[in-house]
């Protein structure tokens, strides 16, 4: 799969990454048929966090790789800490034992990426940085992300963080991209204009972090799947038209749409079917030109001043 | 009329700028009565863009005042590119092409500013660079701008532009004042706390760049004129009683309340009615008081916490 | 009580102020008896604005301490100005002459600190300069801040004021706590993902702007108190259940709420009554844990995406 750096490190990471959130539902079997598959497709960039499926999908991600040292050098990890049962968490002590957790669950004494997940009100910057250099000395991890933080969020952080932060998981698809129609509808009295992120796309660009969207194919709070959903016809009947000029599914067009924005993302699949695995990989080939990228945003109900 | 210096430049531009969106609407001799008026009163700063009329404008506004290089010198000239049929476009390709558009229909070999219309989703800004260097090399373009563009996309912008933006024209009347507003409003719970624009008046203000504001005399987003409009009735009379005691129309008053604003930002007026034109311009020559400007502020509906 | 540096100063201050807004309502004896409970507790900062009262809650703040130069040494005098009569004046003019209306009611030679009170739409950030550095030329005022304002203004400000801010008031409270749910909830639809205030509590703790939460008792805009307040069953069960746990009152909660959070809060408590204000200074020795901070949060209706 044609591959790319991860934010202003020298990683070579996967266009298209792989989220296991939901691995734990595949019985062993299918588990290690998914990421075989994944992996043959070049796809060797796995998403975790410590809390999915209560830590067991990074058991049964391990498990299903059959992990040991040769296996681990041809795959990239990447959890997430900081959410804990009512409440989030970026104290140095929970962090350090998130990892601890996480390396033991996927079997591997590293992580390639580790991302803070969702920002805690009570964030002591000192802390966050006095657990990453320990992290990143010990060996356990060696690149530092955040998911679902904005610019100020970000800066705070850097106050005190030596490490860049590379990445940013966002939530970002085609009919969940307030952050791109925001940017578009500034100083309107329309519902779009409402900032809800303040730039934290263009500050990722500005600051070469990777933006990582995750549900790129769901509308709402994990509502539902947009693609061939009656909801969303006329969408719908544009992603099929792209995709049949292409010869390729919409599931893969959900993806190149996203592929072909200059900020240079990296989406985070979830699904856990294989068809829509291989057809999501298949975006890295496609590069949608800019008519296409705005018709189907316009499909999409959006607008242009 | 008075003139001030365009953001961080040297050139010397009238406090009104004309905009002439609407010019083919005029008939050959009314186009030019209008521009000379405009001329005489010292508007010598012409606000065009490729797409109004289709292109028909900046072709209008150059027969118009016959013009040639004699003529072209007692003129500053401003135009916009990036907006498409169906989509936005900032690439290198498309500034080059739409520039040498606006210079052969405007009769002339190079543009005083050029501002980017609406921002592209697309943007890149490595392109946007180049275009502008090209631009400024070969004499086509002598200052650079944005229009409708908030904070984090100029800095993304001045990642890799070389030239000082210079303006950003932006929606901006007594009625279509949130960007004001917000300001007084900050973490309130009524509707003109919500952020639209992240304090681009502000933040331009900071970075010494000329806000040009844009139907000055509309509310809405073009629904109408709230000079004599019966739906803002306590906005009218007040406009009416100060613009009694300066001994001047309505029209200058709401032009002199932008003027008052300590940003020092030139209105654009696309009015294509004499009498306004010259009561815009009368403008310059007023300078309302603070208990003036607040008194107008509050009478169009606004409130003070 | 315990104290804190104040922003980036070197001034002592104790963690909770006390609010004059409303001393002007109490008999002079009752205002001599609050004040000394005050400072009996170590609470001896004292926050004023030149408006509250119309001036009177300076003088008679300054008659209940029997102001002389040995009790000024003892207390530590916070004032405001900006606010006038339809409209906000941060000119030079007014910000002089303000300052020596205090100084005048308050019986005082200086004020520890000054801030400006809400954001003035036409502020000349090069007036206040000139008014800072001549206050603090002649010893009138030590210390400079803001109240109400958001990032942007604060940059605007610095570009040409030379002394730092140390402080920001912002109304904050359990129930308006929308600048902490924001960034919980960034890029979300739902409401508290709305944007109002830019950051501005990550801005602060970047900037080491002491953030002095106003209102800390109240819900919306002066409606009313939460506390004991059946609107809020749930907030009121669970700081009953914490306050029970601690021996100490939900008014003292209420403030250790604010006092847990990272950023060195200073509440400002405005409370005429000496309970409240003997139960908010208990505060200072309280120190929640992470897992009440977010039961409370979470107990007002604010959620964890």
Known sequence: MRTMTLGPTHLEVPVVGIGCMRIQNLSPAEAERYIQTALELGANFFDHADIYGGGECESRFADALHMNDDVRERVLIQSKCGIRKGMYD?????????????????????????LLHRPDALVEPEEVAEAFERLQTQGKVRYFGVSNHKPMQIELLKKYVRQPIVANQLQLSITNATMIAQGMNLNMGNEWAVDRDESILDYCRLHDITIQPWSPFLYG?????????????????????????????NVTIAIAWLLRHPAKMQPIVGTMNIERLQASCKAAEIQLTREEWYEIYLAAGYMLP
Chains 1, 2, 3 share one sequence.
């Open 90 to 114: 970026f104290s140095k002590e929970h962090i350090l034992e998130a990892v601890d957790g996480s390396l033991k669950r996927l079997k591997t004494d590293y992580l390639d990426v580790l």
């Open 221 to 249: 709070f994990f509502e539902g799947v947009f693609l061939d959903n009656p909801k969303f016809p006329e969408l719908n009947r544009k992603l099929d038209e792209i995709a049949a000029r292409y010869g390729v599914s």
